[in-house]
């Protein structure tokens, strides 16, 4: 049975209209608009065991929402949920007990005493045997490299710090399964590689379950095989990263180089060009007008170099996200 | 059973810890505390005096029984009431805890808020009492002519058994208010109202026994005066054995009644809750 199942889940908010001046104001207090925000709008998927899986979608895409589910920080309006055997919101003991959720700051660390202090409670609470947790602590303290800085308070650490003892600390209990909001947030380019390379080592070595939502190309990029599309609550796409391309992009990018280049020739009626530096040139073509126009190329021109390639995963994601959020009710996988 | 204690223990012994890091604005607190008791106290010296002339000395003024030494007695004795039964900053910590997601902890842990903040204050307490002791001490002694011998032994257990009850009392009444937060995000206006006559239903403010007849039941009626009047009032051994006796019972039925009202709000405030902060 998989661990994370997921059966059409949704969630839908309730949120205040706040108008403008000073009479809408006044009115408030007595009636309140609202309109429904469907955050999660019926979603399923289901995980394995040890699979690492990337939740990628725009901003108010419901990524952060199905966390919060999964955890059973809130209820959701239908539909269900089964993570290690157990429904998330009933927040029984015996679940918190095998997971992890790291959201922001503050899930697990007190603020004004040193890291040390907030592990060796975690330790209490989770009932972590002695030998496990010293064997574990120093581990993963290696790892990321914070030895310094557990007996310094937490407050005085810098973000990129805080984040490596959030994630100690989540792992301090050993979870089966890890729920991570966006891991790297904030962070600079270095202690972003430092974390993704750290969760990826880890969790080779441990083999527990990760989902984790990014709007980084990179987070998702270095950790995971397999990525779940999210946009307006519902699934675009679940597979593997290279497949969205396949998916997604109905362009490929040409690129010829001229042998002579005093013969420029004006390219536009194929495609849209993108880069003009003689004698090579790259255009934009419909992947359907490929062949057609690589033969037109060829019998016309004489060419030195031809290469058809892909275009970059983070235009063809940032284009997807961009269609979806201006019209939401375009069809699923028609996109550009 | 055992982990459970070890894990009120660490949070305990965490809290501690925590307190111990801002000592000094925890020792001045504890001396500020007693700055207002000093006005009321020459407050109802003055008034001691306007009742009755200056020269009349063959009768000792009372006012409803209580002479001037009676009513700084009082005041003495409510601080050190209070000193178990107010809880400075626990409703409002919670609803910022709710308010800025902080409170999602307690939801995605194996742990239970109410446990966890009760554990917590026992640990400020403690502290509070070590740092305080000093004080205190200093003004019981200045002040011994006024107060009344002491109790005997058994006065002295019931009057710890109602400080420790009103210690539990005022720790649920508050985190009650707090768990509203959970419905009305901001409860920094209740909160005032609901200490303002706190101030009042209490006691702190003056003995309930000034009060008419008929109101002096009603709110005899409420916890509040278990927060501050009724510690003093055994401790001024002014009760009865029945009476005091009486008010333990009672207190107790406050503090069952009071804790399946704070877990029912919670419960309840967290099916409704969802998420904001994070």
New interface residues.
Partial sequence: MSEIIVQNLAKTYQVYQKKEGLMAAARGLFKREYREVHAVDGIDFSIEKGELVAFLGPNGAGKTTTLKLLSGLIYPTHGSASVLGHTPWLRENAYRRRFALVMGQKNQLWWDLPAQESFRLHKEIYAVESDEFDKRLASLTALLNTEKLLGQPVRELSLGERMRMELIAALLHGPEVLLLDEPTIGLDVVAQRTIQEFLKQYQQEQQFTVLLTSHYMKDVAALCKRVIIIAQGKILYDGSLSGIVDRFSRHKLVTVQFSDTQDMPVLERFGQVMRSEPPRIQIQVERTEVPKVLSTLLDQYVLEDVTVEDRPLEEVIAEMFATVTTDPHRPEDDTG | MI?RI??HW??LR?SI??RL?YRADFALGTLLRFMPIVTTILLWQAIFNGVSPTSDSSKETTIDSYRFSDMVSYYLLVMLGRAFSSMPGLASGIAQDVR???I??Y?????DLLGFLFWSRVAHKLIYYLVAAGPFAIMFILCHSFLPGWPDAGTLIGAIVALILGFIIGFLFEATVGLISFWFLEVSSLLFIVMMLNYFLSGHMFPLDLLPGPIRSVILFLPFQYLAYFPAKVLLGQLTQGELFQGLVVQVLWVIGLFFLARFLFSRGV?R???F??
């Fill in positions: 982990t070890r894990v660490t949070i965490i810890e925590e890091i800025d997601g902080t999602k902890k939801l995605v842990q194996p742990i099916r809750y969802s998420a902060g994070g």
